[in-house]
Nanobody, 123 residues
Framework: VQLQASGGGLVQAGGSLRLSCTASERTFGSYVMGWFRQAPGKEREFASSIDRTGGNTYYADSVKGRFTISRDNALRTVYLQMNSLKPEDTAVYFC?????????????????WGQGTLVTVSS
């Protein structure tokens, strides 16, 4: 599965961005999808995930209440709506696909990764 992420950019603190990630294959609906992020000088970390139907979501505490993950299986796309952005949200954001469960936040559980899109939040 090839994943193409987009939607990153420069935004002021308190602003919003929506990331998108589109998959190359029609089997998109058979994968749990996740968003991870990697800040400068830090390890990649889990941000959010969504199950195959979109009915269940999971968030890291750091983004809960501000970010919303969703998916459109017909469009083979997963989204991450990011509101009330903070400078500490600055990172490269990666989408990834997982054959397991949406509650598994481990990087090693994700089989396919997109190329990343940079989000920069200025103070």
């Amino acid at each position: 599965v090839q994943l193409q992420a987009s939607g990153g950019g420069l935004v002021q603190a308190g602003g919003s961005l929506r990331l998108s990630c589109t998959a190359s294959e029609r089997t998109f609906g058979s994968y749990v999808m996740g968003w991870f992020r990697q800040a400068p000088g830090k390890e990649r970390e889990f941000a959010s995930s969504i199950d195959r139907t979109g009915g269940n979501t999971y968030y890291a505490d750091s983004v809960k209440g501000r970010f919303t993950i969703s998916r459109d299986n017909a469009l083979r796309t997963v989204y991450l709506q990011m509101n009330s952005l903070k400078p500490e949200d600055t990172a490269v954001y990666f989408c990834a696909a997982n054959r397991g469960t949406h509650r598994d936040t481990r990087l090693s559980s994700y089989d396919y990764w997109g190329q990343g899109t940079l989000v920069t939040v200025s103070s």
